[in-house]
């Protein structure tokens, strides 16, 4: 993309900052060091993995967009900068689980692989907590309409198989990720946020190590080596 210029910061997230650019469909994601969890309660850095998120994420983005599925995508700039079309942020976490990492909910074991996967939505909204709903709360309070809803549900099914697929060749169990779609300007649903150690809980396949940020959350050290596994799997793939 040529002529793109960096213009004015239009918000900073967590992990991310976000810049507007001369282009009105367009802005630039910047991925931070910065690490939290257990909204924002939590606060650390993880060195590098900023440069490690943009990277595969912008990898994992292009994998499923060649799968058909759309995606913000458009360019990598630079090592922690991406350029991505504009959307608003449809205010729902997507989660699908192929294994039991809501075992305390209910009951049941850490890792217990279920037969299908699962999928279940959070409000996206830091002062409540991000709390679980479903599809009738997010059409009652306009956060998504039927439609909406029914396209996003078959959207995360898809890169979720794509996704398993992906890891499975890394010798990585994909166990749940986080996914946000976004609205484009003319109304489009397209894949949006990041796809990284930070959104995905991914297990070593032959020891179950866990290679994510559960290790940032839960205090488990070797917090920086597991995203640079990750990264050196992808790099070698
Ligand atoms: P959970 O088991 O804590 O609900 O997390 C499910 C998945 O979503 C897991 O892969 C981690 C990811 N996640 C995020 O990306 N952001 C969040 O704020 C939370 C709570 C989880």
């Not at 257990?38 to 650390?44: A, I, R, S, T």
């Not at 398993?164 to 489009?188: H, M, P, R, S, W």
Request: proline share 3%; aromatic share 8%.
């Amino acid at each position: 993309m040529e002529n793109i210029e960096k213009r004015e910061q239009l918000y900073e997230g967590k992990a991310k900052k976000v810049y507007a650019t001369n282009d009105p469909n367009l802005v630039i994601v910047d991925y931070k060091d910065d690490a939290t969890a257990f909204n924002g309660e939590k606060k650390g850095t993880i060195t590098g993995k900023g440069v490690i998120n943009n990277v595969m994420s912008n990898h994992m983005f292009q994998l499923l967009e060649q799968q058909g599925v759309p995606t913000h995508f458009v360019e990598q700039l630079s090592e922690r900068e991406t350029l991505v079309k504009k959307v608003s942020i449809v205010p729902l976490e997507v989660i699908i689980r192929n294994a039991g990492s809501f075992a305390k909910r209910f009951g049941v074991e850490e890792g217990i692989v279920f037969d299908e996967p699962t999928i279940e939505f959070s409000y996206k909204n830091d002062e409540l907590g991000d709390p679980l709903m479903n599809a009738y709360h997010a059409i009652a309070l306009k956060a998504a309409t039927r439609e909406e809803i029914e396209t996003i549900k078959a959207m995360a099914f898809k890169v979720n198989e794509v996704m398993k697929q992906y890891f499975d060749t890394l010798n990585v169990i994909l166990v749940d990720f986080k996914l946000e779609f976004g609205k484009t300007a003319d109304g489009k649903i397209v894949l949006a946020d990041e796809i990284s150690p930070d959104t995905c809980r991914l297990w070593d396949k032959t020891t179950k190590e866990k290679l994510d940020k559960d290790r940032f959350r839960r205090d488990m050290g070797g917090v920086e080596e597991a995203y640079q596994e990750i990264m050196k799997r992808a790099r070698s793939a």
